[in-house]
């Protein structure tokens, strides 16, 4: 019998839930209300006695000190109310978190028909709001149409005997799962299909695809097993494994480049292999720390004698823009099984994070699916729940906003993980798929949720984007599938495990057949979460929580035993064969036959046009300016604008000290909030050995020259390391690129050709710069399509392009993390230095875009030259002769100044006449190499001595008050109390703290 079990804080208990709901309509809808109050409903659709029932309320539910509950409604008075639950099939975590809970304190399972379904009712007191204005609340606040749905009350239309009512949103497939035989009697009736069922397949796949069914010797093995033209497993299946997001396509493809200002043409095959696999194979060969590369989930590096680490980087773009929480959370529980997915599995120790959105507070025409502000706050939310609710530290993310993200957000997530160098004698970074291992299917069930994301992600967004490729993320049983499977491996019992992400068990499944040399699958034997999914559903749904496992047949028994004992579900689900095919049945039938060599070989490259055009020809010049009168003033605002203010706000969400093990925290400083250059994280606690990770991005840049963006965002990345004691003979590096459309369409990507020669551009720097700097690529991904068509304010629809945006995040081993630095002035007489040239490089960057320009000359990076006093600070870090140490990077000298000076709370005295040929190149130009350190007076001639022959300059003192004092030829720029610019990069988010 179904029960509705309604649970609130007791009144005179702050609810902070609701309290953050009343701050949002406030801010978002500028709709005030003197309370918001929150009730938990749970509707239990079980077999429960009332005796039972009223147990589970009081000692499962309720907090007998904080909350109250009952079984009848709870809502008192209010003037509107807002019920908001999840629309059937989407992963209910709180309800299935009930369900174990329940099963725990009655101690039997409930029936396999019973589940717990979660919401809330919201209360709101406010007067003069209108039904439409609580419509707007419920739609653009409260609830996501795609995942969720709602319910307005008024008090008049509110029983208060009845309540909501028993509202059970089960799914209900009255439908007898079928293959389906597709026809394609020619090409046109291929590409059809292709849009009819959202295949996302190209133009020169059709034909491949076609030809393969029409191979005589194909038609007779296939009528052997009783079929014909290709299954609906079969094209979805091909559709998954030809998609951009999983076969790289755009990455391997042909480029046919043009320099339209030199009249150069070349041919570039295949951007991965030149720039990506070759530089840091020949790399690998030179660095015996680099453990595993580019072939696994993710890449491994010694950290010890005893211990590799592991990292990697992934996006989640498509489905946040869709569905921000949802999004986000899947993106970081997803990236999480990669490690644990590597080698034979690693465990999870740091999540990292970047978000590219558009402005928070955009008041524009154009209208996205999610505002803006309402997407950021759901993306930071789906990554804290992720993190925290995981126990995996969050320590290190970015955010960048711009209105170019308007169209499609990027959403950035990487994880780090950390395995033993030895299982059981052998080397846990090695693993393969044998003939006659088992298939086990480990962790959550197969849903309709997930279905098309590798496809959807391989599409511009737009009005026909498909809602089921979104999915909810479950921390909860995802920790309880780690913690399993890292037992399993020191026992010996994992010979290969991958993660099931993008394409679901077909590329989970697909893919390391390929070592066996063939499978056979049983789709009716995978766990379902509801009956009635198609085989091809089954086959390529993205739901979560799932891990593919090779388990030898004599270990089978052991490994089930396990997974029992720790509560996870591992189902046998098929085998390895050495047949050369992939062989799908139901139900004893089959229902796809594919030969496995047909993905590897058979499909030519895609192939594009890329002209490139310089800058100069773009009509991009440098804006012709007269010297500022009030470069204090400027600086003040630089500080508060949104990519160089505070992030406090949301750095503070995330949990970075659940496992004990950070060195250098992401706020730093005397009152720890001021970001650091990098985050330093200790895995063994019994070991000063330590591992720093920074992160850096320039989309800016690129408006000038792709190649010069990706340059600037790895030196950045390797200064940042340096600047917390990182080492340059141990920089491992993890390239994400998110890029627009680059097929030219004289109608629908007229500057298709543009894009790909940027793209082009942007991996030969990162060819170029990873062997100057001796960065091998451990890791990366690659999503394309960060395009949008929006509507605007005469119902048109506008095309948005992101900016071509690389994510590059480096990582490096400490030996002695006594050793880290950090960037907050120390001590008032201590001497300020800076270190590298400032050249007048201000194209793409924070000053002239606070003045409306984008600039010419975008900072150019000199690795060979930087190099040599790299090298001199890492050894000034090593003698322990810096105080503090600090890259300059975006907004320039004048900011990171400010930094430093904000970070130790103390003033500062400096004289910028000598560090360029003009006041604004010297305290806003960008250039790249540069450091910002203070040394004690006792230090400095050693100082000194050791960076002889280096850029160096000393700028001043640190003052003993907070005066904040830049002077040129002795005349005062700038002039301002510390307190005064903190206050200033504080308050554009303050009240979000």
């Given amino acids: 019998m179904p029960a509705r079990l309604e649970i609130m804080l007791r009144p005179e208990l702050p609810d902070a839930e609701g309290e953050s709901i009343r701050r949002k309509a406030k801010e978002y809808f500028g709709l005030e209300f003197s309370q918001v109050r929150v009730i938990q409903v749970l509707t239990l659709d079980t077999d429960l006695s009332q005796q039972e029932l009223e147990a589970i309320r009081c000692e499962v539910f309720t907090n007998p000190v904080t909350e109250l509950s009952s079984y009848r409604p709870l809502a008192g008075s209010f003037d509107w109310a807002v019920w908001v639950g999840l629309r059937p099939g989407v992963r209910d975590n709180p309800g299935a978190t009930a369900v174990e809970a329940i099963q725990a304190f009655i101690g039997r399972l409930l029936a396999p ?141 042909m480029f046919d480049y043009h320099d339209l200002a030199s009249g150069e043409r070349l041919t570039v095959n295949n951007l991965f292999k030149t720039c990506i696999e070759q530089p840091t194979l020949a790399l690998a060969q030179q660095k015996p720390w680099v453990a595993s590369v580019l072939w696994d989930n993710a890449g491994a590096g010694s950290f010890d004698e005893e211990w590799n680490y592991v990292i990697t980087g992934e996006t989640h773009n498509s489905p946040s823009n869709m569905e921000a929480y949802g999004g986000s959370l899947t993106g970081i529980v997803g990236v999480y099984r990669d490690p644990l997915g590597t080698g034979r599995a690693a ?186 999914l198609d085989q091809w559903e089954i086959w390529i749904s993205e739901s979560q929580e799932r891990m593919v496992v090779a388990v030898r047949p004599e270990h089978a028994s052991d490994f089930q035993r396990l997974a029992a004992k720790q509560a996870v579900e591992a189902t046998n689900i098929g085998r390895y064969t050495d047949t050369g095919v992939l062989h799908l049945l139901y139900a004893g039938q089959s229902c796809a036959y594919i030969d496995l060599k047909f993905l590897e070989s058979d499909f030519p490259p895609w192939r594009f046009e890329a002209d490139w055009t310089p800058p100069e020809q773009r009509g991009l010049t440098e804006p012709v300016l007269g010297e500022p009168t ?37 706020l730093v400083g005397k009152s720890a909030d001021i970001p650091s250059d990098a985050v330093v994280i200790r895995p063994r606690p019994d070991s000063n050995r330590a591992l720093a990770v920074s992160m850096a991005l320039h989309p800016a840049y690129g408006q000038v020259d792709a190649y010069h963006m990706t340059a600037a965002s790895i030196d950045e990345a390797v200064r940042r390391l340096l600047a917390v004691g990182g080492r340059l003979d141990h920089l491992g590096g993890v390239d994400n690129f998110c890029w627009p459309s680059i097929r030219f369409d004289p109608e629908k990507n007229p500057d298709g050709r543009f894009k790909a020669a940027q793209l082009v551009r942007a991996n030969w720097a990162l060819r170029d710069y990873c062997l100057a700097y001796g960065i091998p690529l451990l890791s990366g991904k690659d999503s394309m399509y960060i395009d949008g068509h929006l509507p605007g304010r005469f119902g048109e629809t506008h095309k948005i392009s992101g900016f071509p945006t690389l994510l590059f995040t480096a990582v490096s081993v400490i030996p002695d993390a006594t050793q880290c630095l950090t960037l907050d002035l120390k001590e008032p007489g201590d001497y300020i230095y800076l270190l590298g ?23 150019q990076t000199q690795a060979g030259d930087f190099l040599t006093y790299y090298q001199k600070v890492e050894a000034c870090i090593e003698a322990g002769l810096l105080a503090s140490c600090h890259g300059i990077y975006r907004g320039g000298l004048a900011v990171h100044l400010a930094m430093a000076a904000m970070a130790g709370e103390l003033g500062l005295e400096v004289e910028l006449a000598a560090a360029a040929g003009s006041a604004i190149a010297a305290l806003y130009s960008e250039s790249t190499g540069r450091f910002l350190v203070s040394v004690a007076p006792g230090d400095q001639e050693r100082f000194e001595a050791l960076m002889q022959g280096s850029p160096l300059l000393q700028l001043g003192r640190v003052r003993s008050d907070d005066h904040f004092l830049v002077t040129w030829n002795g005349q005062p720029l700038i002039q301002a109390d510390v307190r005064e610019l903190k206050a200033d990069w504080r308050q554009r988010f303050a009240e979000l703290i």
């Fill in 837 to 859: 040239e400032t050249r007048p490089e201000l194209g793409g960057s924070e000053f002239y875009e606070l003045l409306g320009y984008v600039g010419l000359r975008v900072p």
């Fill in 630 to 666: 009030d470069h204090t003033r400027i600086l003040r605002t630089l500080l508060a604008r949104p990519n160089i203010c505070s992030r406090e706000w949301i750095i503070r969400q995330y949990d970075h000290e659940v496992q004990g093990n950070s060195v250098i925290k992401p």
């Fill in 347 to 532: 465990k999870l120790i740091a999540g990292l994070y970047g978000f590219c959105v558009g402005p928070r507070d955009y008041q524009g025409s154009l209208r996205p699916h999610l505002h803006p502000r309402r997407l950021l706050d759901g993306v930071i939310e789906g990554v804290k729940d992720g993190g925290n609710k995981s126990g995996i530290p969050t320590p290190l993310g970015t955010v960048y906003f711009n209105e170019c993200y308007l169209g499609k957000c990027l959403v950035f997530v990487a994880a780090i993980g950390f395995m033993p160098k030895q299982v059981k004698g052998t080397d846990a970074t090695q693993k393969t798929t044998s003939p006659g291992d088992l298939i086990f299917m480990c962790g959550g069930r197969v849903g309709k949720d997930g279905i098309h994301g590798v496809t959807a992600s391989s599409e511009v967004f737009g009005a026909h984007t498909p809602a089921g490729h979104v999915q909810i993320g479950d921390p909860y049983t995802q920790k309880k599938m780690h913690d399993f499977l890292l037992e399993a491996r020191d026992l010996g019992y994992i010979a290969f495990i991958t993660d099931c992400g993008g394409g679901g068990l077909s590329s989970a499944v697909g893919e390391s057949a390929r070592f066996a040399g063939g499978c056979e699958v049983w789709l009716d034997k995978v766990p379902l979460k509801y009956q009635g």
């Fill in 113 to 253: 028909e019973a589940a717990v379904y979660a919401s809330k009712l919201i209360l709101f007191v406010g007067n003069g709001i209108s039904q439409a204005d609580m419509a707007t609340i419920a739609q653009q606040l409260l609830a996501n149409d795609i995942i969720q749905q709602f319910r307005i009350f008024s008090p008049s239309g509110w029983d208060s005997e009845v309540g909501l009512g028993i509202i059970i949103p089960k799914v209900q497939l009255d439908h007898q799962p079928t293959v389906t035989t597709l026809s394609i009697d020619s090409l046109e009736t291929l590409k059809r299909l292709s849009a009819e069922r959202h295949l996302a397949l190209q133009e020169q796949d059709a034909p491949i695809i076609r030809e393969y069914y029409l191979r005589p010797e194909v038609q007779v093995r296939r009528a052997a097993l009783g079929l014909g033209p290709p299954t609906d497993v079969e094209l979805e299946y091909l559709a998954q494994a030809r998609s951009d997001h999983c076969n790289h396509n755009t990455f391997r493809g």
